[in-house]
C-alpha cells in the first residue's frame, strides 16, 4: 500500500497539470486535425505515435497504415516497416498473438533492423508487448533488450516503460516483491515525466494485482484512478483493463448491477471512440456477467450480438470467444442444434485466427 499512498500523495501535481492543459487545449485542436489530415508521411506517423503513447490504437491505426502507403510510395522502406508494426500492434487485440510475434520476430532478424538503434527498440517493445499475452518469458528478454537500447538511445521514458513491463513479469514469475518495486516506481516516474498512457497501464496493473489476491477494495482504487486518469487526457485510449477490472472487483464485493452500469458505460465510450475491437470485447465480458447473475437470455443476446459484431469485421478470435459461450449456453438450455451450430462456428473462426489480406507475410 505505499505505491496506493504515494499515488494519492501526487494527486495535487496531477490536478495542476491537467488544468493547465486544459487552457491550451482549444487551439491544439485545430493543430491535431490538420496533422490527422495531412498527407505527409513523416506528420502523420508522427501523430500516430502521439495517439499510440496515449494507448489509442483505433485512431493511431488509420494513421499508420496511410503513412505506411506513402512511405512505400516513396521507397522509403525503414519508415514503412515503422508504420506498418505500429498499425499491426494498434489493432492487435483483432489478430493472432502468435502470428504477431512470429513476424515481429522475423524483423528483428533483419539486418536493416539490427543496424537501426531507434527501429530496433520500436519492434522490441511491439513483440514485448504481444509476448505478454503468450510467453512471458519471451516478453521479459524483449523488455531486458528493449530496456538497455533505450538506455543507451537516451530514451528514458521507453526505459521506465520496461521497467514497468518487467515489474509485471516478475508477478507472473511469483516475485510479488519485485513486482511491486518496478511498477509502483514505474508509476511514479509516469506521473512525474508526463506519461499518461504509461500512468495508465501501470495503475491497472496495480489493480489487476491487488484484485488476484482477493483485495477487490484497494483494486477498485487503482482501476478507479486508471480510468479518471484517461478520461482526463484528450485522446487517450478506452481504459479497457480498468473498466474490466473495476466490474470484477464490483461482483466480488457483491455489487452486480454496478458492475453491470460500469461495462455498459464502457460499451458506450468504445462505441463513441469507435473502437471496434474493446467494443466487441465488452459485449463478451456482459454476456459472461449475465450468465453469472443467471441472465441466461441476456447472455445469450449480448454473446450473439458480439458474435455478429465480430463476424462481420473479421475479428476471428473474439467471434470463437462469443461462439463457444454460446455453445455452452444453449447446450445447458437443451437447444443442442443450435449449440452444435455455434460450436462449429467458433472452430471455424479459431482456425482462421490469422491474418487475410491484410497479412504481414502477404505485404512484405
Not at 167 to 186: D, Q, S, V
Request: glycine share 8%; net charge negative; hydrophobic share 40%.
Amino acid at each position: 500500500m505505499t505505491v496506493a499512498l504515494v499515488v494519492a500523495s501526487a494527486l495535487p501535481l496531477l490536478y495542476y497539470g491537467y488544468s493547465r492543459e486544459a487552457h491550451t487545449r482549444a487551439g491544439l485542436h485545430a493543430v491535431l486535425e490538420d496533422r490527422e489530415a495531412s498527407t505527409d508521411p513523416q506528420v502523420l506517423l508522427a501523430e500516430a505515435n502521439r495517439l499510440y503513447w496515449l494507448n489509442n490504437g483505433s485512431k493511431a491505426a488509420p494513421l499508420y497504415a496511410r503513412a505506411e502507403k506513402l512511405f512505400a510510395y516513396e521507397g522509403n522502406a525503414r519508415d514503412e516497416l515503422y508504420a506498418k508494426v505500429g498499425h499491426l500492434r494498434s489493432e492487435a487485440e483483432t489478430m493472432s498473438f502468435v502470428d504477431l510475434s512470429s513476424f515481429l520476430h522475423e524483423q528483428l532478424q533483419k539486418p536493416m533492423v539490427r543496424n537501426d538503434a531507434s527501429l530496433h527498440l520500436w519492434c522490441l517493445v511491439a513483440k514485448g508487448y504481444t509476448d505478454i499475452e503468450i510467453d512471458y518469458r519471451a516478453a521479459k528478454r524483449d523488455w531486458l533488450e528493449a530496456q538497455d537500447i533505450a538506455k543507451t538511445l537516451g530514451e528514458n521514458q521507453w526505459v521506465t516503460r520496461a521497467s514497468g513491463e518487467l515489474g509485471l513479469i516478475a508477478f507472473l514469475e511469483g516475485n510479488p516483491g519485485r513486482a511491486a518495486r518496478l511498477l509502483g516506481g514505474a508509476l511514479l516516474s509516469t506521473m512525474s515525466n508526463g506519461d499518461t498512457g504509461g500512468q495508465v497501464r501501470f495503475l491497472e496493473l496495480l489493480g489487476t494485482g491487488f484484485e488476484e489476491v482477493n483485495r477487490h477494495g484497494e483494486a477498485l482504487k487503482f482501476f478507479e484512478r486508471a480510468i479518471r486518469v484517461a478520461e482526463s487526457k484528450k485522446d487517450a485510449g478506452l481504459p479497457f483493463m480498468g473498466y474490466e477490472g473495476k466490474a470484477q472487483a464490483l461482483m466480488a464485493l457483491g455489487q452486480p448491477e454496478a458492475a453491470h452500469g460500469v461495462l455498459e458505460d464502457a460499451l458506450a465510450k468504445a462505441q463513441h471512440q469507435q473502437n471496434q475491437g474493446h467494443e466487441a470485447e465488452l459485449l463478451i465480458r456482459l454476456g459472461k456477467l449475465a450468465e453469472r447473475t443467471g441472465d441466461k437470455q441476456g447472455a445469450t443476446a449480448y454473446l450473439e450480438e458480439a458474435g455478429q459484431f465480430a463476424t462481420r469485421r473479421e475479428y476471428y478470435s473474439t467471434m470463437a470467444d462469443a461462439m463457444f459461450e454460446l455453445a455452452k449456453l444453449y447446450r445447458d438450455a437443451g437447444n443442442l442444434a443450435a449449440a452444435e451450430d455455434r460450436a462449429a462456428q467458433g472452430l471455424a473462426a479459431s482456425q482462421q485466427c490469422r491474418w487475410s489480406t491484410g497479412s504481414p507475410a502477404a505485404n512484405q
